[in-house]
């Protein structure tokens, strides 16, 4: 398999004066995770994104607040979310990454792209900074492959549910967006009965499971509710909003998963879309061993390297029987 890195120095700068878990340190594990990983890796600078491809899922001036924000110096842009100096050319090449990573895939240059951004994306709402995201980088690629006739599927594997991304699309029939995630969690959205609007109806999947939820449930609810429904849609491209903090170790939330579970996903996400169509978005991960770990074993999954036949951790009667819940609110859309 042909991995792309896509990254930047400028990424480094993005970081607050005080300790934060959003830190850059978490690239160094990040890119260790993906040289580990067994393919044929090439590398690539993320450019500065044409504000025009922002303002298709950013209020125009929110950017420019954004922009003013971070050239008057910065500062905390609420309890949790930051930015300094520095932030603007790191959002604008993060939100790139994912333009230079589908050129390179629809080139057929390469297989895969594993973007190694910062800041994140998944929270950010169209007018709204917030749980450390300034733009939804994820959404704007979307949004770009949908103005060109794409479908596209967003799998929200990070532990927090990425409000800012079902938000843009729960209306547009063209995108589907599937989240596994904590519930109740910050930021407090995403049950199962948020299943879309109007024509969007049924394209938004939230499978929120309760704390220390493990791989096995997970691992279920991939085959007995997310592969029927993608089967079913039938994406041109699947975007993973990759976030590594339902892995055990993570300091910030209460998952049981562990490396073996990403590539299980990763192997079965691969084979439901085309070679080529397939881009990894770093999201959340706070335990540095873990996401280095987890990102190697992502992308072995999706070269098909066999996953660990270890045990995945189990999960509570609970959490099987959201499961059930997930899959009853789903059949009156899908084929379940």
């Given at each position: 398999?042909?991995?792309?890195?896509?990254?930047?120095?400028?990424?480094?700068?993005?970081?607050?004066?005080?300790?934060?878990?959003?830190?850059?340190?978490?690239?160094?594990?990040?890119?260790?995770?993906?040289?580990?990983?067994?393919?044929?890796?090439?590398?690539?600078?993320?450019?500065?994104?044409?504000?025009?491809?922002?303002?298709a899922v950013h209020d125009?001036?929110?950017?420019?607040?954004?922009?003013?924000?971070?050239?008057?110096?910065?500062?905390?842009?609420?309890?949790?979310?930051?930015?300094?100096?520095?932030?603007?050319?790191?959002?604008?090449?993060?939100?790139?990454?994912?333009?230079?990573?589908?050129?390179?895939?629809?080139?057929?240059?390469?297989?895969?792209?594993?973007?190694?951004?910062?800041?994140?994306?998944?929270?950010?709402?169209?007018?709204?900074?917030?749980?450390?995201?300034?733009?939804?980088?994820?959404?704007?690629?979307?949004?770009?492959?949908?103005?060109?006739?794409?479908?596209?599927?967003?799998?929200?594997?990070?532990?927090?549910?990425?409000?800012?991304?079902?938000?843009?699309?729960?209306?547009?029939?063209?995108?589907?967006?599937?989240?596994?995630?904590?519930?109740?969690?910050?930021?407090?959205?995403?049950?199962?009965?948020?299943?879309?609007?109007?024509?969007?109806?049924?394209?938004?999947?939230?499978?929120?499971?309760?704390?220390?939820?493990?791989?096995?449930?997970y691992r279920a609810g991939?085959?007995?509710?997310?592969?029927?429904?993608?089967?079913?849609?039938?994406?041109?491209?699947?975007?993973?909003?990759?976030?590594?903090?339902?892995?055990?170790?993570?300091?910030?939330?209460?998952?049981?998963?562990?490396?073996?579970?990403?590539?299980?996903?990763?192997?079965?996400?691969?084979?439901?879309?085309?070679?080529?169509?397939?881009?990894?978005?770093?999201?959340?991960?706070?335990?540095?061993?873990?996401?280095?770990?987890?990102?190697?074993?992502?992308?072995?999954?999706?070269?098909?390297?066999?996953?660990?036949?270890?045990?995945?951790?189990?999960?509570?009667?609970?959490?099987?029987?959201?499961?059930?819940?997930?899959?009853?609110?789903?059949?009156?859309?899908?084929?379940?």
């Amino acid at each position: 398999m042909r991995t792309l890195l896509v990254t930047h120095p400028v990424f480094y700068r993005h970081a607050s004066e005080h300790w934060h878990p959003e830190r850059p340190e978490r690239l160094d594990a990040v890119i260790e995770g993906v040289r580990r990983a067994r393919h044929e890796l090439q590398e690539a600078a993320a450019p500065e994104i044409d504000l025009e491809l922002i303002r298709a899922v950013h209020d125009a001036e929110y950017i420019r607040s954004i922009e003013a924000f971070c050239r008057s110096g910065g500062g905390h842009l609420d309890p949790d979310t930051y930015a300094t100096p520095a932030s603007w050319e790191a959002a604008l090449r993060s939100a790139g990454a994912g333009v230079v990573a589908v050129d390179r895939l629809q080139a057929g240059a390469i297989d895969t792209a594993f973007l190694a951004i910062r800041p994140p994306g998944h929270h950010a709402v169209a007018n709204q900074a917030m749980g450390f995201c300034l733009f939804n980088n994820v959404a704007i690629v979307a949004r770009m492959l949908v103005g060109g006739g794409a479908r596209v599927a967003i799998v929200d594997w990070d532990i927090h549910h990425g409000n800012g991304t079902q938000d843009m699309f729960d209306d547009d029939p063209s995108v589907l967006y599937v989240s596994f995630h904590q519930y109740p969690f910050y930021p407090g959205t995403g049950w199962l009965d948020e299943t879309g609007y109007g024509p969007g109806r049924g394209t938004t999947v939230n499978i929120p499971l309760p704390a220390l939820s493990g791989g096995d449930v997970y691992r279920a609810g991939y085959e007995q509710i997310v592969a029927p429904i993608l089967a079913e849609f039938e994406p041109d491209w699947i975007l993973i909003s990759a976030g590594f903090d339902a892995h055990e170790l993570d300091p910030l939330a209460d998952g049981m998963l562990v490396a073996s579970d990403y590539q299980f996903l990763s192997s079965k996400l691969a084979a439901a879309v085309p070679t080529g169509r397939m881009i990894y978005f770093l999201e959340g991960g706070y335990d540095l061993a873990a996401v280095r770990d987890s990102v190697t074993a992502s992308l072995e999954g999706a070269a098909g390297f066999a996953v660990s036949p270890a045990e995945p951790n189990s999960s509570s009667p609970g959490a099987w029987r959201i499961l059930e819940l997930v899959r009853r609110a789903q059949s009156e859309f899908w084929m379940l």
